[in-house]
């Protein structure tokens, strides 16, 4: 599996499994996806929203902790 570098910012590689990662220039894991086209475009937006400032603005959280009595 051979990393390409995409627009001088970050790298694409396809996995074994048929699921493709990006990763910056540092090698921090930045998309997966399961193609090569839809993980260049999201890590494009990625980029860009992280560029701006906006990355709180997406509407996305997580939570940790599972609620409620199991």
């Given at each position: 599996?051979?990393?390409?570098?995409?627009?001088?910012?970050f790298y694409v590689e396809d996995q074994r499994w048929?699921?493709?990662?990006s990763y910056d220039k540092d090698g921090n894991v930045?998309?997966?996806?399961?193609?090569?086209?839809?993980?260049?475009?999201a890590t494009r937006q990625y980029l860009k929203w992280k560029q701006e400032d906006n990355l709180n603005d997406i509407g996305v959280s997580y939570e940790g902790t599972v609620g409620g009595k199991l």
């Open positions: 599996m051979q990393k390409t570098l995409i627009d001088d910012c048929g699921t493709w990662k930045l998309i997966t996806s399961l193609t090569s086209e839809a993980c260049v475009a």
